[in-house]
Nanobody, 121 residues
Framework: VQLQASGGGLVQPGGSLRLSCAAS????????MAWYRQAPGKQRELVAG???????TYATFAKGRFTMSSDSSKNTMFLQMNSLKPEDTAVYYC????????????????WGQGTQVTVSS
């Protein structure tokens, strides 16, 4: 299984970025998928995830600004990020195999290599 994330970069506050994650060796829509992020000195946290059953979860900080989507024909997931803030600066990771049990998000076993997002003027 390989997950290849791309699309990170430097953006000014208020700007937008679209992250992509192309998967091989696993069918994202059948296994659940998610985006996580990790800022320096902090734990990795869920940004957004969708289970194989279609249950979508967004972190509070992501609601209204970030949108997760996927293209099953390309086996690729996306994260559209708008109205970016300096506190969104982090390495963003895609994840396959994500699920949600009794109110708890559970990351799958497969991770992309991460893509750096820096929000700064």
């Amino acid at each position: 299984v390989q997950l290849q994330a791309s699309g990170g970069g430097l953006v000014q506050p208020g700007g937008s970025l679209r992250l992509s994650c192309a998967a091989s060796g696993i069918i994202l829509s059948s296994n659940g998928m998610a985006w996580y992020r990790q800022a320096p000195g902090k734990q990795r946290e869920l940004v957004a995830g969708v289970t194989s059953g279609g249950l979508t979860t967004y972190a509070t900080f992501a609601k209204g600004r970030f949108t997760m989507s996927s293209d099953s024909s390309k086996n690729t997931m996306f994260l559209q990020m708008n109205s970016l803030k300096p506190e969104d600066t982090a390495v963003y990771y895609c994840n396959a195999g994500y699920t949600y049990y009794f109110g708890t998000s559970v990351a799958g076993n497969y991770w992309g290599q991460g893509t750096q997002v820096t929000v700064s003027s």
